[in-house]
């Protein structure tokens, strides 16, 4: 989007990368953008590589390193001497480097640790110990803090030595004597405030925060509810502990409404992107298709059971899986309003009652339109009156009842805390097929002497 | 997450609203986030969210209705008078205003906007201009922008003036005598330098923009890859006419997966929520069960077409169900991975190829393996060996056939230019019904007289 794309800029940065010295080369890069020093990286030549990485400065090799994908990152940090990673491990954000580091083993980790600074290398341990998608994981200790005495001018002059490691700088938090959250204060009303005034002055002491455990997806909907760009991460006392910003959440988001379609799709819970090697993604796939296996194999005996029905009236069978397609087909439709509605809203009472008397109007208006419209198909096609009338009512029978599947098993599975999303898509198309089967060939059988 | 919930403040907020002034109220209110204040006038009764809406400031009023839903902001607005309802429209983000606006009649929209200042109606106007979706749709002109010949200390005086009614002061946007882009410098370069420098020489010139005609979808790729809190926005000749910031962005990432989760359970384009009537979501859902509904027949016409084999031996149509569900899931499965990948990730022809690849790996482990067992237990249930070949071999065929189609069909969609997400779910799920039907029904009438 700019007059000239980084592809065009690429030879440039070649050439200087031959010919010119750190500094020179430091002219050309300096106004690049973390994401696309990774991208240039990615399109240089092994030996290119070597010089790029020696040419740039730490911070620019930290804010890099970030932007990579987890192969990339061991391969430039296992080229660089261990005084250099250590600079550029302290320089990390603690919420990306925890990630990195997460994929490794004890040796690994403890290898490119030694010799980062205490401090940093402390915090990153600790928000390791914190389970995965909590608020603990993801916090960063980027951030200004501001003990609550300090007046505007104090402030300013801190902001001066903190500024270039705080990875946001909209909110300051103001902390008492013993490290507790008590208040928040915007940049805005730091640039509108008086040099002399307090803190306690300006701050706004109902400051939105969250509890170190939390769960990210909470977080995430906070975050999104409140506009805000960092939210604060509390432990259960009230002492600070870190902040979460707005650019991690936007990856939670992106990741969690990934996993909701993997899971409806049964991919089971580990997700599977373009990097994900083919047996990887095999064996997260396969325990899925036994189960359906399985499953499918349940249909199959309902229909067993119904052999002699099917025998007399092979014609039966044509319409099998049009009645079984629709009714999954209705039920996860319904589950898909379910599942996105308790990704971002609140479930009351009043809304679930309102909720399942429309599913309920949905399931009666298609089931009829749809029924209606079958059993006149049905009956032109195999000239049978009676299997037009038995192909139509068993359609809106199911049809009605899919759509109810749909909707109240996933809120069942909602109040009995399991997530919704990984059980209800292959459950709810197997309920629905199987009911399916016993509504059709269950009436089929009721009126096989007119068939 | 504060030591009072907002539900535990209500009563004092209703006794307040009793009781006080309005100076009273707002030292009380003062601290509230618009959200909070959203949620509050919820829960007051018709009379007192007369005396509420009469004690907010016009800042407050606005900041609140951003948070309200569109009726409830019709709600509100009808009841202010005609000169405050302007004021608080002229502060609104004009990209909220312009969502309500535009689900309004020209005549409501004319008597709301009567009264605004004419440079805040304009704007609006013009963005409502923009067809959906698009950058220019969503961008706000709160932001602050700044002559490149300023001096940091001009730009600081220029702040102290803007700051208010900024949406982000993350970064200011440093523009030419012609109103063009052309750098930008962060709230920290500014507070590390000194005074008397311009801008010329603290500002990044290498400065990210959106067309105002870019997809909203790029946009939210490109803040969300290099961590961004606001991208500015250009027409074509490079001139500065609006920013987008990241928590309109968090909402488009959640719509997007919201409108890819539905398009992929086939309930069309636009999207049903708790609050659709059930006569607009059956009336949304019914063209793509009446089109499954035809899909539904081909399948039959298939199984019609090998009655033949079918009555012969009526075991046929047991497993049935297991191949088309199985070959149907593995699709969809494969669909999942390309449609999010899609999503957020650049196809280039070496990803396509290896992709292939994988999903061709991926086809054959599965399929060797789930064929293999359905055998046996094809086997064991009906003591017929050649129906377990049958069977098995037909869905080790259909399993890699199915895993293919999902990974090609909405690759070429999308060369196509055809949103894979909206086609493919039920595409895939009836091709690879047919498919599952003739190569089973295939093979089957092939070793029929083993059978």
Redesign the interface.
Known sequence: ??ARTLEQWIPDIKESLKASTSTDFQRIID?????DLARIHSQLSDMEQARFLQFLNEEQLADMIQ?MEHDQQIDVLGRLDQEKTALILDLMDNDDLAILLDELSQEQKEELMRGMRDEESQFVQNIMKFPPETAGRIMTNRYVWIPQHYTVSDVVQK??AF??I?E???YLYVIDQERKLVGVVS??AL??AEPGETIVEIM????????VD?DQEEVAQ????????AIPVVEADGTLVGIIT??D???V??RE??E???K????GGKS???H????N??AR??P???L??F???I???I??VF?QT??QV??L??????????TG??G??S???I???LA??ELSRP?VV??L???L??GI??GV??GI??AV?AYIWQGNLYLGLVVGSSLIAT?IVGTMAGTVIPLILFKLRVDPAVASG?LI?TIN?ILS?IIYFGIATLFLSYL
């Not at 106004?31 to 994401?35: A, K, R, T």
């Not at 706004?204 to 509890?211: A, D, K, Q, T, Y």
């Not at 906070?222 to 506009?227: A, C, G, R, S, T």
Request: with cysteine.
């Open positions: 989007m700019n106004e690049f953008l973390p994401y932007e902001l001066k500024v270039s705080a946001t700088i909209n940049y805005r640039i509108l706004n002491g109902r400051v939105l925060s969250v509890p939390a906070l975050i999104q509810k409140y506009d805000l760009v707005v650019d959440i936007l990856d988001i992106v409404a990934d909701d379609i993997q409806m799709n049964a991919t599977i992107d373009f994900t090697k083919a047996v993604a095999a796939r396969l899925w298709l036994i359906l296996l499953i499918g194999l249909s199959g005996t229909i067993s052999e099917l025998e092979v014609a069978a044509f319409f099998m899986p049009m009645i079984a397609g629709m087909n209705t996860t439709q589950l898909a309003v599942i996105r509605g971002t809203k809304v309102r909720l008397a429309r599913e109007k949905v208006m298609i339109i749809c419209f079958i198909i049809l292959p198309t097929d089967l």
